[in-house]
């Protein structure tokens, strides 16, 4: 929005209305507060997949500077992205 004056045409003279709006929306999200601030519980997640075992391999085999690079190129097989590009010393 470059410009706000349209809307503060519309806003200003309700600015009743648009008061009580803001209020009972803020009102309406009072309950998930409570939710916000509760602690997580990590055991109930399910945790193990298969690119978390791989990346526990990578990480243990390779260096930690290295370990991300590994996994991203380790996992990326370009038979599943379309045709490979070419060289630019083949055009």
Excluded at 27 to 36: D, E, F, K, V
Excluded at 63 to 88: M, Q, T, V, W
């Amino acid at each position: 929005m470059r410009d706000f004056s349209k809307v503060a045409d519309f806003l200003v003279p309700r600015r009743r209305q648009t008061h009580l709006i803001v209020f009972v929306m803020s009102l309406l999200m009072l309950p998930g507060i409570s939710a916000t601030f509760s602690p997580i519980d990590i055991e109930s997640y399910d945790l193990e997949s298969p690119e978390l075992d791989a990346n526990e391999i990578l990480m243990d085999k390779f260096s930690a500077a290295g370990g991300i690079e590994a996994f991203g190129i380790y996992l990326r097989d370009p038979s599943h992205f379309g045709e490979p590009l070419r060289c630019l010393n083949d055009c």
